[in-house]
Every structure is written in structure tokens, then in C-alpha cells.
């Protein structure tokens, strides 16, 4: 019996950046959405800075990626900073060349980014439900049952599964009595929004590194407009709320910005928390309603839709009946696994960067400025600082999907990118659909597995120094291939387990089978 996918409706609490690709991502595969957010409006201010080329690649699937980049900033270059004057500058427009189709970092603050998501989202008929507020949610037994308070009063809903996109101080997370463990970062962050000329109005990033409150000046949208972030100690936090004033000497004074006018200053603590589950029943955790850490490395945002898009196909693979329910439960074994390695990565950057003493300060005055050039024109450092920072490098090794492995290459890597006559191997990820890529000459016997399955078989004709690319630089010009025993194995899996394994198998040409998140 088909599915009633008009029935199977997933509620999305929270509409930041998490909950709104959630719900593209689950339209976009067919699945009905009811999102809410409490707030009247959407934001106007926003922390969050960065899109990493690894979402970007995940937009392209669902045709947003161009919208994202053409409203954000390239960042051309970095700019180090120390004894008022700038020490260092490297390039990194094109850092992640060959990797990615987007090899460049870019700055996108997060209130426009989210209206790009929301006028998508209402392109595709889903409208922010604003001013409705979950006030008791019961997810233990059957259909979680939702307590929403909306503007004309209190109504029940009943949905096939909730997730919980509403940031750290999550009512979902509170009201599945998950524990939220971690600690608080000593000092303030403060934001500043500005018009400004000057040296740091040049549309590249600048860091003063000189002391251990860092600050950084990323460039916005229009010419003089920036986002300034700093940190401001426990021990120099002035008696009164802190204000511009009280942070901007750095700025203006040994970092030479002229003609300042605020549009928008903000304090806040940064955390570092991970939830201890990432689900209870059919309700779920996403961003930061599961995490929350330093926003070293501008990953916090980018995570929390890395979350949505690995959760919204397997959702979609249930409601439509593609898949049996056990495939949500690898939603929080992958996503809490890459959650903690961030937090401790952060941690560690951010312990880094603030540490105290004259050791420390030697280190970012002389050390740095000298060794970052130097380590910034290395290939092989170039590489991989942009896998880790772009996350392109999160893979699903241990996940009960991934499935196979030849020497070094290993189920659950990203779907590594190629270019083939004008176009690349990205492209047929547009369907959203599980598919075969063989690169070289395809057999006949795969051909007739991929008919019976049901499944999208796409060929490219690349020379061998285009599989180079298929190693990322890291395992020679071995290509990533996933193996199983035979076709006749592959075809009887896959019709007793639908769409929940990424095994395929390695017999003359090259074939590899991506599911959503294109990962082998």
C-alpha cells in the first residue's frame, strides 16, 4: 500500500538558516512541512558570516548555491595584523582549487542569507507560520503530538516527526528532557556592523592578532560596509553595559579605520555544548538546538545545515516508502559524531588564538606572520586547510550505510568533484535521487542492475588525469570505488533494503552509487 504522503507532514520548530533548508530540502523531495518560529519577524542582525563551499555544493542540488554567492562577499585575501600595522597577506580566492567547484571563501551574513531561504521557500508554496509558539510537545508514543500557541489561540497538532531548529535555548531540546552539557567561554564577543574608510575598507578579511581580545574585519556588501567581531575579556569588561565605544581604540586607533558610523553593535557569551542525544521518538535535534560552540572557523551555521539535509532524505525515503524507518536512526550517530569532533576542534582553535602570557604573544607578533605565508603557498597545506575548514572532508565511515572500502578509500566520503567537458559530476545531482557514476566505459551488466533497480546511471568519459581529482590530493590517482561481491549481491540487497546502503561495486570501470549528501 503507497504511503499517504499528504498526511505525513514533518513540523519544523525554528526558522533560522537550519529549519528553513529543512524544509526547501524535504519540498523540494515531496514531503509536506508546517514550519513555525516564535519571532514576529525575521532577523534584521545576525553572527553568522561564512558559507562554507561544502554547502554551497549542497545548495547547487536545489539551485540556490548562485543566489547565495552572488549576495555574499569573496573574500580575495587575509590580511594579518600586529603592532598596528599589517604583517602578512595571503591569498586564498582560489585555496581550494580542484576541490570544489567553489574554491573560494565567502562572506554572507545570516539575516540575508535567510531571506534568500525564505523567498525559495515561499516560491515553492511553504510560508513561515510567524508568531506560533511550541509550548508542549509529546513525541514518546506514536505521532508526536505538538502544543502550538498561535496568533488567535492554542491548537493540537499531530505530525509524522518534529525537528527541533530552535537554537540554543531550545523549547524541542527541553521539552524531550535532553541534557545539554558543556561549559561558557570567559569574556564577550561583540559584533559591530559599520560604514567605514580606510585600510581595512579594501574588501578583504583582516586580523589583528597582536593581542589576545583578537579582532576580525570581514568585508559586507556595498563599498565600506564591515562586520567587525572582537573579544572583550572578563577582566577589561568595563562596569557598564559595553558599547562601541568602549572596544572601537583597536580599530580605529591601531588598525587606522576613519569616518565610523555604527548601524548595529551586539554583545554575547559563546558556549560550547553538545546535546546528549540528537532524537527522542520521531523528534529530532538540528543546529543549535544540538550544538553550539566558538565560531572559530565559521562552522557553527554551516553544521546545523549539514543536519537538515542529512535528516531531510531520510525522511523522505520513509514517508515516501523508499526506506524502512531504521534508516533514521543513523541521523544521530553521524551527525553527534562530527557535532563533538567540532567542538573539541574549536575549542582548541579558540583556546589558541585568546591564550595569555608572553610566550603567547611572541608566538601571534613574530611566529605567525612569518610561518602563515609560507605555510599558505605549500599545495599540500593549501588543501588541506580548505578540506577542513570548507567541510568538504566530513565523511560517514563508521555509519551503518557505508559499506565497503578499497585500500585507503572508504564508504562515506564525500562525492569527490570532477570536471567533464564543460560540466562535472555534480551536475545529475540536481534529481536529489540515488544514482550510479561510472567513470569510464560502463558494462552491460550494470546497466541492466541499475534498470532494475530503478536507479540513475550516469557515465563519464574522463581521462586518467581527471581521476587524479577523485583522490582529493590524498590517495594518489586511486579514484574512490565501493565494492561488493557481485551484481546479483547488489540487486537482492537493494530490493530487501531500499535506499539505505551506498554499496556498489568495482568490476572495469569505476562505478559509485550517491545518495542525497553526495557521499559514496
Not at 585600510?199 to 567587525?228: C, Q, S, T, W, Y
Not at 543549535?288 to 566558538?294: I, L, P
Amino acid at each position: 500500500m503507497e504511503p499517504d504522503i499528504e498526511r505525513a507532514t514533518v513540523l519544523i520548530v525554528g526558522a533560522g538558516p537550519t529549519g528553513l533548508v529543512l524544509a526547501l530540502w524535504l519540498t523540494r523531495l515531496g514531503v509536506p512541512v508546517r514550519i513555525i518560529d516564535r519571532a514576529q519577524e525575521p532577523g534584521t542582525t545576525s553572527r553568522a558570516l561564512a558559507i562554507q563551499a561544502r554547502t554551497l555544493e549542497l545548495y547547487q542540488q536545489i539551485g540556490i548555491a548562485a543566489d547565495a554567492v552572488a549576495g555574499g562577499v569573496k573574500v580575495p585575501a587575509l590580511n594579518l595584523w600586529a603592532s598596528g600595522r599589517p604583517r602578512a597577506r595571503v591569498r586564498i580566492d582560489a585555496i581550494g582549487q580542484g576541490l570544489s567547484p567553489f574554491a573560494f571563501a565567502l562572506v554572507y551574513p545570516q539575516d540575508a542569507h535567510e531571506k534568500m531561504l525564505i523567498d525559495h521557500l515561499e516560491r515553492a508554496g511553504v510560508r513561515v507560520e510567524r508568531g506560533t509558539e511550541l509550548v508542549h510537545l509529546d513525541a514518546r508514543t506514536g505521532g508526536p503530538r505538538a502544543t502550538l500557541r498561535t496568533k488567535t489561540g492554542e491548537e493540537i497538532f499531530e505530525a509524522s516527526y518534529v525537528a527541533g531548529c530552535d537554537g540554543a535555548s531550545s523549547t524541542v531540546r527541553r521539552q524531550l528532557g535532553i541534557e545539554f552539557p558543556g561549559g561558557t567561554y570567559q569574556g564577550y564577543f561583540y559584533v559591530a556592523d559599520v560604514h567605514a574608510s580606510g585600510a581595512l575598507a579594501n574588501g578583504e578579511l583582516h586580523v589583528d592578532i597582536e593581542d589576545v581580545d583578537f579582532l576580525l574585519v570581514f568585508p559586507l556588501k556595498g563599498a565600506g560596509n564591515l562586520r567587525l567581531v572582537g573579544l572583550v575579556h572578563e577582566s577589561e569588561k568595563p562596569d557598564h553595559a559595553v558599547t562601541f565605544d568602549d572596544v572601537k581604540s583597536r580599530a580605529v586607533d591601531r588598525m587606522h579605520l576613519a569616518g565610523v558610523s555604527v548601524n548595529w553593535f551586539s554583545t554575547y557569551r559563546v558556549h560550547h555544548r553538545v546535546a546528549q542525544r540528537f532524537r527522542v521518538g520521531r523528534a529530532f535535534l538540528l543546529g543549535d538546538a544540538a550544538h553550539v560552540h566558538s565560531p572559530v572557523g565559521g562552522q557553527g551555521m554551516n553544521t546545523g545545515i549539514g543536519d537538515a539535509i542529512n535528516l531531510a532524505w531520510k525522511l523522505a525515503a520513509v514517508l515516501k516508502g523508499e526506506a524502512g524507518a531504521a534508516i533514521l536512526d543513523t541521523y544521530e550517530p553521524e551527525r553527534i559524531a562530527f557535532a563533538r569532533r567540532l567542538v573539541e576542534t574549536t575549542d582548541r582553535g579558540f583556546t589558541l588564538v585568546t591564550r595569555q602570557g608572553g610566550i603567547a604573544r611572541v608566538v601571534r607578533r613574530q611566529l605567525v606572520p612569518v610561518i602563515a605565508p609560507v605555510v599558505f603557498r605549500l599545495p599540500a597545506m593549501r588543501r588541506l586547510l580548505f578540506r577542513t575548514v570548507s567541510q568538504i572532508n566530513v565523511s560517514y565511515h563508521d555509519s551503518v550505510l557505508s559499506e565497503g572500502d578499497t585500500g585507503e578509500i572508504r564508504a562515506g566520503d564525500r562525492l569527490p568533484w570532477i570536471k567533464t567537458n564543460g560540466s562535472d559530476n555534480f551536475a545529475p545531482l540536481v534529481s536529489l535521487r540515488w544514482q550510479v557514476h561510472v567513470y569510464g566505459r560502463t558494462r552491460d551488466e550494470l546497466k541492466e542492475a541499475c534498470s532494475a533497480l530503478g536507479i540513475e546511471l550516469h557515465e563519464f568519459d574522463v581521462c586518467k588525469a581527471d581521476l587524479t581529482h577523485l583522490g582529493d590530493g590524498r590517495h594518489g590517482s586511486h579514484p574512490r570505488r565501493l565494492q561488493v561481491h557481485s551484481f546479483s549481491e547488489a540487486l537482492e540487497w537493494h530490493r530487501t533494503k531500499p535506499a539505505t546502503s551506498s554499496r556498489t561495486c568495482r568490476r572495469g570501470s569505476r562505478p559509485r552509487l550517491t545518495r542525497s549528501e553526495s557521499t559514496l
